[in-house]
């Protein structure tokens, strides 16, 4: 029951597919896994997420928790393909493990609950896919559910998703009377005993061959508008397209992004995973079919092809320490690496030796002589290379782009409860962040406090667990706190700042003008601010008649950067505005680059402090599902957390509450939830900006 494999008998490179499983939590991933491992025979007993039996989640914290928290790989083999799965998180705080696995992927399965459709994460990370340029397939999971529905689904991935869905399969039966799929590309049913097991091929059931010629022609009508050979074949007689041209088609629309291949099933009864392997296969890309990776060297930018004859270069995606040793995940983009083998890491400038080269199986490992282009393994023996380092050939050096480092939103102040265990949690916090980039560790300049900092209350609730499971100290830890910023209310015109600087030797001296107002409408971000990034400011010149040179205005600028990093009314920084630098002056001989650079940072700075200032907090985006009869206890309670309640939904029975609340509010949320409903709430929250404080004070 395969489809035809499209492999090249000439590079075995073309049978390797490195894939990632992407969705909300709870939409099934891990069982999606598991599944495809037992039916590629890689395991032979099928695990179970209640049960803490799973492969991939064999984190302590991930089974009792019932989430996958950590990315892991897993290898396996089908029809004559070596399949590297990495199995992602799908809350919102590990986020940033999500990130650093796309980047190292070539394609990936989104899942999707048929219940639910397309959830607040399952729409996150399919933008982070997007972003890599990652071809997808979707696999609608848990069609044996009570209230399944396969064309809502479809139709909010077309909604929400805005890719044209492709639906290749139609379900045999609904809920629990599912049994099976009829296979729309080769016309043909696969029908799963009640014990699952391997598909019965037979022909299209009598009742369903009008329903399935329909859906049929849809699929070729659909595919015909977006690809030009598969409409040449549709438009003349007799009007249809063969299945080889269907699926060469859709592998070509998978590819190219413009078209996403649905399929359907019930993981955890194993119905509908076979055809996934064989989708996976025959329409998501191989290390050939995806762009040469780009690098840089001496500021050159390089290819290289995925070419095991080439020279060596790798990025490193995860770091993690095992009892047997510090674990390196690379992605092998070119060339070959063999164990002994040295490697240069361009950003640090060090030379590494690689001890040991591992297959790697979720927690357990394989040993390799060596690893070639298009391979993702685990190798031991480096000593300082960190998650999204590159790894290349000293006589070849190329820097790889690593993974982009999303910002924490919220903080907890920790230490340890014995003063002599404070050099154990520096060292423990030091491995923290050594493993995950987007967690911070800080010591507080006025407080003289360590402050942990990440994505989330789970994210940092996990951190320090790991550190007490891992044999660290006892650790004390304060409330969570968030990420503030500063912003301009109302702004100043024609601010003048003269910087003067005399020591007897050569002088300093910049006269700048400064406009300072908030981003507008104009800006597209009005009544929204990015946290300080690039986004959150904007600065131009009016200066006419050359009266500041370009490259002092070049300086004015990076000094009001500078000048972001701490806002007027707590230090915090600053977001959301505009600065112009409408006049100047020089001197012949004491101005300079770092003259205006310092006339740029105290001006502003300045400025800002003649500005009405607004304080601003992180908000988030919050879906609440919860029973029909506590609807009206927790929109109270959103309300009493200065939550805005947006939308509302009935489903299944339930109710879909979706609001923006304070992140600062959401602090214990789950445990209030989980009363008010008696256990059968459930929410999710992803940052989705800043917002005016309550108490936001004014500087005038």
């Not at 492709?166 to 599912?178: H, N």
């Not at 001496?298 to 047997?324: H, I, S, Y």
Request: aromatic letters at 4%; hydrophobic letters at 40%; a negative charge.
């Amino acid at each position: 029951m395969r489809t035809e494999p499209r492999t090249n008998s000439v590079n075995p490179l073309a049978a390797v597919r490195n894939l990632g499983i992407l969705a909300h939590v709870d939409a099934g991933k891990t069982t999606v896994t598991e599944r495809i491992l037992f039916a590629t025979g890689t395991i032979h007993r099928r695990g179970e997420v209640h049960d803490g039996t799973t492969v991939t989640d064999f984190d302590p914290q991930e089974r009792d928790r019932g989430i996958t928290i950590f990315a892991a790989a897993v290898s396996c083999a089908w029809d004559g393909h070596r399949i590297n799965l990495i199995d992602t998180p799908g809350h919102v705080d590990f986020a940033d493990e999500v990130e650093r696995s796309l980047r190292v992927l070539d394609g990936a399965i989104a899942v999707f609950d048929a219940v639910a459709g397309v959830e607040p994460q399952s729409e996150s990370v399919w933008r982070q896919a997007d972003r890599h340029g990652v071809p997808r397939i979707a696999f609608v999971n848990k069609l044996d559910r009570a209230g399944a529905d396969l064309d809502r689904a479809v139709e909010s991935i077309r909604t929400r998703l805005h890719p044209a869905p492709l639906v290749v399969q139609l379900p045999i039966g609904t809920e629990d009377g599912f049994t099976g799929v009829v296979d729309l590309v080769r016309m043909r049913a696969l029908v799963w005993a009640d014990d699952g097991g391997t598909a019965t091929e037979g022909p299209v059931p009598e009742e369903l061959r009008e329903a399935a010629d329909r859906r049929r022609h849809a699929l070729e009508e659909a595919v015909a508008a977006l690809h030009p050979t598969a409409l040449e074949e549709f438009c003349a007689p007799p009007g249809r397209l063969s299945a080889d041209t269907l699926a060469g088609a859709l592998r070509d629309l998978t590819l190219s992004g413009e078209g996403v291949v649905v399929l359907c099933g019930s993981a955890y009864r194993n119905r509908g995973v076979e055809p996934l392997l064989d989708a996976a296969v025959a329409y998501l890309p191989a290390p050939l079919d995806v762009p040469a990776v780009r690098g840089t060297h001496r500021g050159a930018e390089q290819r290289r092809a995925a070419d095991p004859e080439g020279p060596f270069a790798a990025l490193a995606f995860k770091v993690t320490a095992t009892a047997t040793g510090r674990l390196t995940h690379v992605r092998v983009y070119s060339g070959t690496i063999e164990k002994g083998d040295t490697v240069w890491d361009p950003a640090t400038r060090r030379t590494e030796r690689v001890a040991r080269i591992l297959r790697v199986m979720a927690d357990r490992h394989e040993p390799l002589d060596r690893a070639v282009a298009g391979d993702i393994v685990a190798v031991v023996g480096l000593k300082s290379a960190r998650p999204g380092a590159t790894l290349c050939a000293p006589d070849a050096p190329l820097l790889l782009e690593p993974p982009t480092a999303a910002e924490p939103v919220v903080s907890v102040a920790v230490e340890a409860r014995r003063r002599t265990d404070t050099d154990r949690l520096a060292q423990a916090l030091a491995r923290l962040a050594e493993e995950d980039p987007s967690l911070v560790v800080r010591t507080d300049a006025e407080t003289g406090q360590t402050v942990l900092s990440g994505m989330g209350e789970l994210h940092l609730e996990v951190a320090v667990e790991k550190i007490r499971r891992d044999g660290g100290p006892e650790v004390t830890v304060g409330r969570p706190r968030v990420a503030l910023r500063e912003t301009v209310a109302r702004g100043v015109t024609g601010f003048v700042h003269r910087h003067v600087h005399q020591t007897g030797g050569a002088g300093q001296f910049a006269h700048i003008v400064l406009d300072v107002e908030p981003l507008g409408h104009e800006d597209g971000r009005e009544g929204e601010h990015d946290g300080g990034c690039a986004g959150g400011f904007a600065f131009r010149s009016a200066v006419v008649g050359g009266r500041v040179p370009q490259e002092y205005v070049r300086a004015v600028e990076a000094g009001c950067r500078d000048a972001l990093a701490e806002g007027p009314l707590g230090g915090h920084p600053v977001t959301g505005l505009r600065v112009t630098l409408t006049d100047g002056s020089t001197h012949v001989k004491d101005s300079s680059d770092t003259a205006f650079r310092t006339a740029g940072r105290l001006g502003l700075r300045e400025a800002l402090r003649a500005c009405a200032m607004t304080l601003l907090e992180p908000v988030a985006e919050v879906t609440v599902t919860v029973p029909e009869d506590a609807v009206g206890g927790v929109l109270g309670d959103l309300a009493a957390r200065r939550g805005r309640v947006t939308g509302s939904v009935a489903r299944g029975g339930a109710a879909v509450l979706t609001a923006t609340v304070p992140l600062a509010e959401l602090f214990g949320y789950a445990t209030r939830l989980r009363g008010r409903t008696q256990g059968r709430g459930t929410f999710t929250a992803r940052p989705s900006g800043h917002a005016p404080a309550p108490a936001a004070a004014s500087t005038r």
